[in-house]
C-alpha cells in the first residue's frame, strides 16, 4: 500500500496514458505510443477518471459544508470512492495488452494495494470508517489522482501544461507521507476489531489442513512500509529533480 500512495509521482506507469518520459528521446529513439483506436481509449478512460475523482472532491466539500464539521465525511464519498478506485484495475489490463508501457507486476501491485485498504479493510471493518485517518488517505488520493489523470489526458493529446506537469511531480512531496499516514492509522484502528471478530482468519484444524491468520497478516503490511516508503520517496524526489530540471532546460532553448 505504501508504493500505491506514491502514485502521485512515482507511478509514471500506469493508469492510462503511459510513463511520465513517454514520448520523449532515448538515445536517437523515441518511445512508441499507443496507437489511433488505443489513444482515443486510453483519452476517455482518463477522463472519465478525472472526472470520477472531482465528484469525490465536490462530495467532500459538500458534506463538509454540509455538516461543518470533517468527521465521518466517508460515508458522503463511499460509493463513488470504491466505485473509481476499483475501475483503476483496468490499469492492469492496459499494461498487460501492451497499450501502456508499464510493469504488469508493479502496476497489479499498486492498484490492489489500494483495492485491498478500500474492500479487505475500511469496507470489511466498518467500524474504522468514521476514523480521521480515512478522510486522510482519501484526501491524499483524491488530490493524486485529479493530477495524475489529468497528466495522463493531456500528455495523450500532446499538450500538457507545466502547471499539472509541476503538481504531479511537487505534491507527493506532502501528499505521499500523508497518505501512507492515513492508511497505516487505518489498518492500526482495524486490528483490534479482526481480531476479536477473526475476520477472514482461518484456524485449525480443517480439512485443507491450512491456516491464515488476518490480524498476523495485516501487522505484516504495516511492517513492510518500512522498507519500501523511504525507498519509493527518495526515487520520487530523484524523478522529481530528472523530469522538472530536463523541462526547464528545455525552456532554455525555446
Not at 8 to 31: D, L, P, T
Not at 38 to 45: E, G, K, R
Amino acid at each position: 500500500m505504501a508504493a500505491a500512495a506514491a502514485t502521485a509521482a512515482s507511478k509514471g506507469n500506469g493508469g492510462g496514458g503511459g510513463r511520465a518520459g513517454a514520448g520523449e528521446a532515448s538515445g536517437s529513439r523515441k518511445k512508441k505510443g499507443p496507437g489511433p483506436l488505443a489513444t482515443a481509449y486510453l483519452v476517455i478512460y482518463n477522463v472519465v477518471m478525472t472526472a470520477g475523482w472531482l465528484v469525490i472532491a465536490v462530495g467532500l466539500v459538500r458534506a463538509y459544508l454540509a455538516k461543518g464539521s470533517y468527521h465521518s465525511l466517508y460515508y458522503s464519498i463511499e460509493k463513488p470512492l470504491k466505485f473509481f478506485q476499483t475501475g483503476a484495475l483496468l490499469e492492469i489490463l492496459h499494461c498487460a495488452i501492451g497499450i501502456v508501457p508499464s510493469s504488469v507486476v508493479l502496476t497489479s501491485f499498486q492498484v490492489m494495494s489500494r483495492v485491498f485498504l478500500i474492500w479487505a479493510v475500511t469496507h470489511s471493518v466498518k467500524e474504522v470508517q468514521s476514523e480521521d485517518s480515512v478522510l486522510l488517505f482519501v484526501i491524499a488520493w483524491t488530490i493524486t489522482e485529479i493530477i495524475r489523470y489529468s497528466f495522463y489526458t493531456f500528455s495523450l493529446l500532446n499538450h500538457l501544461p507545466y502547471l499539472i506537469k509541476w503538481a504531479r511531480y511537487t505534491l507527493f512531496i506532502v501528499l505521499y507521507p500523508m497518505g501512507v499516514s492515513g492508511e497505516l492509522l487505518t489498518i492500526y484502528a482495524a486490528l483490534p476489531f479482526v481480531r476479536q471478530a477473526g475476520l477472514y482468519s482461518i484456524s485449525l484444524p480443517n480439512k485443507y489442513n491450512f491456516s491464515f491468520d488476518y490480524y498476523a497478516f495485516l501487522i505484516l503490511i504495516m511492517i513492510s512500509y518500512i522498507p519500501i516508503f523511504p525507498q519509493l520517496y527518495f526515487h520520487m524526489i530523484h524523478q522529481r529533480r530528472k523530469i522538472l530540471s530536463h523541462t526547464e532546460e528545455h525552456k532554455k532553448f525555446e
